[in-house]
């Protein structure tokens, strides 16, 4: 079992920056994928990044490409995703993932809103 525990959350105005951090407890040998994704109000949860374990090939979805970037400090059991360049339609509550294809286990979700 892994336990996963999202921070960083917050308001911010376009154009503006935030770190979201997500922290693995439990069965961190299992986190052989770390990711993001994010749920907007009436839409599907997407992709937004992930990372395997010894990778330097992170995945990102083509709508956060160039402005987010994702990291892990294996060491520690964390997942980052920086975001710049924020927009509105960021706007979502971000789940931090993790497992052996990024899709078993989940956090409780951040809020993460973008006003114009």
């Known amino acids: 079992q892994v336990d996963l525990v999202e921070s960083g959350g917050g308001s911010v105005q376009a154009g503006g920056s935030l770190r979201l951090s997500c922290e693995a407890s439990g069965d961190t040998w299992r986190t052989v994928c770390m990711g993001w994704f994010r749920q907007a109000p009436g839409k599907e949860r997407e992709k937004v990044a992930q990372l395997y374990r010894l990778s330097i090939s992170p995945y990102y979805a083509d709508s956060v490409k160039g402005r987010f970037t994702i990291s892990r400090d294996n060491a520690k059991g964390m997942v980052y995703l920086q975001m710049n360049s924020l927009k509105p339609e960021d706007t979502a509550i971000y789940y931090c993932?993790?497992?052996?294809?990024?899709?078993?286990?989940w956090g409780q979700g951040t809020q993460v809103t973008v006003s114009s």
């Open positions: 993932a993790a497992g052996s294809t990024c899709d078993e286990y």
